[in-house]
Every structure is written in structure tokens, then in C-alpha cells.
T-cell receptor, first 110, second 116 residues
Framework: SQQGEEDPQALSIQEGENATMNCSYK?????LQWYRQNSGRGLVHLIL?????REKHSGRLRVTLDTSKKSSSLLITASRAADTASYFC??????????FGGGTRLMVKP | GAVVSQHPSWVICKSGTSVKIECRSL??????MFWYRQFPKQSLMLMAT?????????EQGVEKDKFLINHASLTLSTLTVTSAHPEDSSFYIC????????????FGPGTRLTVL
């Protein structure tokens, strides 16, 4: 079964706007990771947040983690057309296995 | 960053054919590799964990005789889809874990399998 469930499943915004994607997970995790996938391509690792961290930044990305609610969010600020892709969260459990959520398909219109 | 390659990137075959997909870690040794399957517009589902020098561990519902995994060296794992059927058509993605980066998996570009 999938660890994380993404919300929304699809998001369409204008270039320059911020995009927020949420992810919920079911079981305990050591860390949570966000990945990006362009259509028909492999995954690109974006950011990892450990279970003892609440917020992390990387460039235009901001990730939050709330272990009490078993949820995480990914914020992309000042979005660009090139950010159009699918974004997945993945929980990394004690066995260091990644379990992926359903993904959010982001469309950034120029 | 670490580089993982897959070959082929796209394969089209007839039903009944066996197809081998290679996953290579190009600049590091990977004691553990993972194989995922992804249907269109869906997420990745872990199929199996491949450990160098030992048998793969398959996830529930994945037929080990259907999806043969061999991890013969620290840089190569292969997935063979035996007697492929149209329902095996999917995007297969491998990842490799570097011992020094225990939490990170590096993903290959994926292999699109189309079974006619």
C-alpha cells in the first residue's frame, strides 16, 4: 500500500504564483522525501526532511513536516513553466524502504 | 550526484517474449537496488529489493517467477520480465542505494515496456 497520499492530485497555476502540495502518510517514518518526475522520465530527488525536523528550505522549495499529523507540504515559490511536472512524496521507514504517494501533477502556465 | 542508468529506455515486444532490463550504478557501488513499476498517471509501486549476491526480496503480490531479478555485481541489477503479456506494459524504474548515503536512493531514467 502507498505510504503517502498527495493533495491535490492536480494543480494548475500561473507562472510566478506559489504552488503548495500536501502529503499524508500512514506509518512511522525516519524521513520524508520529495521527488519530481517529468512526463515519461525518471525521478529527481528534491529534498529530504528528517522526522525530527519541522521545516527545510532549498532554493525555491520549502518543505514542512508535522509528525503528529503525519503530514508534509511542499511549497514551490515563484513558479516557472519549467516546474511543470509530477511531484511525489515518499516516506522512508525504519527499514529504509521508500513508499511513494499518489503524486500531484503540477501545471504552470506561462 | 550519483548516476544510475537503465537500458533499454524503451522496448516494444510481442506477447510471450522475455525482456531484460538493466540497471547500472555508474559512479558508485550499490549493495542494494530497488525495482519499481509505474502505470500511467499513477505513483511508483515497489516491486522488489535487490541485494548484491543474494536473492531479491519481492513485495506482496509480485510474482518472482514472472519478474526475475539478478544482482550479480555491485553496479548491475537486471530485471527480466518473462513471457510478457500486454498487462505487463508499464514504466519500470530502478534505484540504487549508496552505502555512504543510507537514506538516499538514486533513480534511473526508467524503461518503458510496451507488450503487443
Amino acid at each position: 500500500s502507498q505510504q503517502g497520499e498527495e493533495d491535490p492530485q492536480a494543480l494548475s497555476i500561473q507562472e510566478g504564483e506559489n504552488a503548495t502540495m500536501n502529503c499524508s502518510y500512514k506509518t512511522s517514518i525516519n524521513n520524508l522525501q520529495w521527488y519530481r518526475q517529468n512526463s515519461g522520465r525518471g525521478l529527481v530527488h528534491l529534498i529530504l526532511i528528517r522526522s525530527n525536523e519541522r521545516e527545510k528550505h532549498s532554493g525555491r522549495l520549502r518543505v514542512t513536516l508535522d509528525t503528529s499529523k503525519k503530514s508534509s507540504s511542499l511549497l514551490i515559490t515563484a513558479s516557472r513553466a519549467a516546474d511543470t511536472a509530477s511531484y511525489f512524496c515518499a516516506g522512508n521507514n525504519a527499514g529504509n524502504m521508500l513508499t511513494f504517494g499518489g503524486g500531484t501533477r503540477l501545471m504552470v502556465k506561462p | 550526484g550519483a548516476v544510475v542508468s537503465q537500458h533499454p529506455s524503451w522496448v516494444i515486444c510481442k506477447s510471450g517474449t522475455s525482456v531484460k532490463i538493466e540497471c547500472r550504478s555508474l559512479d558508485f557501488q550499490a549493495t542494494t537496488m530497488f525495482w519499481y513499476r509505474q502505470f500511467p498517471k499513477q505513483s511508483l509501486m515497489l516491486m522488489a529489493t535487490s541485494n548484491e549476491g543474494s536473492k531479491a526480496t519481492y513485495e506482496q503480490g509480485v510474482e518472482k517467477d514472472k519478474f526475475l531479478i539478478n544482482h550479480a555485481s555491485l553496479t548491475l541489477s537486471t530485471l527480466t520480465v518473462t513471457s510478457a503479456h500486454p498487462e505487463d506494459s508499464s514504466f519500470y524504474i530502478c534505484s540504487a542505494r549508496r552505502p555512504q548515503s543510507y537514506n538516499e536512493q538514486f533513480f534511473g531514467p526508467g524503461t518503458r515496456l510496451t507488450v503487443l
